[in-house]
């Protein structure tokens, strides 16, 4: 199966070169984290479609041109608040051969619910399947999780689980992959700095 780098270094090291062509990706992150530091690189290496769901086009194009780190030129879209479901699949069959899909954040979708929603899932995996894609879910880890995030976990192929440990002088910020159908799941704890771009934590031990 042909493998797709992500274009950052550590987890293209982590998972033995990028993802398999096809999958589903849980990014799932506090949403006070920088995890959309993670989303804008991933859009460096392949053509994209960003969908946003919560932000505007307008915020989204803002803070791709002023973020330091290496961004690509995606195609940004924001999704209707009417039949949020049925207007992303609308979209994301529109995808050529050989892109990626970023959903930021999925939890709008995963409201919607139910069977309509686990449908979308496949319908999104299956034509990732045909084109050579991967799909990208931002899942936001916050206060109020939507009831659909078990199904987003359980039909990933990927989980990324990114946590936040804040102390006295600094933030910790750890990514785990604990799922990995298909693959090898690492037990590993990749610490990375998320300020202005995404690097590796160099002031303590890296696993």
Do not use: W
């Amino acid at each position: 199966m042909k493998t797709v780098p992500t274009g950052i270094e550590v987890l293209d090291r982590k998972l033995g070169g990028g993802i398999p062509a096809g999958s589903l990706v849980a990014l799932v992150a506090p949403p006070a984290s920088q995890s959309e530091l993670i989303l804008f690189e991933l859009t460096a290496t392949r053509e994209t479609l960003y969908l946003t769901t919560a932000r505007s086009t307008a915020a989204v194009r803002d803070a791709l041109t002023r973020t330091n780190t290496r961004v690509g030129s995606p195609t940004i879209k924001e999704v209707e608040a009417d039949a949020p479901i049925d207007h992303a699949l609308r979209l994301i069959r529109q995808l050529p051969e050989g892109a990626n899909l970023i959903i930021d954040p999925i939890d709008v979708l995963e409201e919607d619910g139910g069977i309509r929603y686990r449908n979308f899932l496949n319908d999104v995996q299956t034509h990732m399947m045909n084109i050579g894609g991967i799909a990208y879910l931002h899942c936001l880890d916050g206060r109020a999780v939507p009831p659909m995030r078990d199904t987003t976990e359980y039909m990933a192929d990927l989980v990324f689980t990114l946590a936040m440990d804040v102390k006295s002088d600094s933030i910790e910020t750890r990514l785990t992959i604990p799922k990995y159908r298909g693959g090898v799941a690492t037990g590993d704890v990749i610490k990375l700095q998320l300020a202005n771009r995404v690097a590796i934590d160099t002031s303590r031990d890296i696993a």
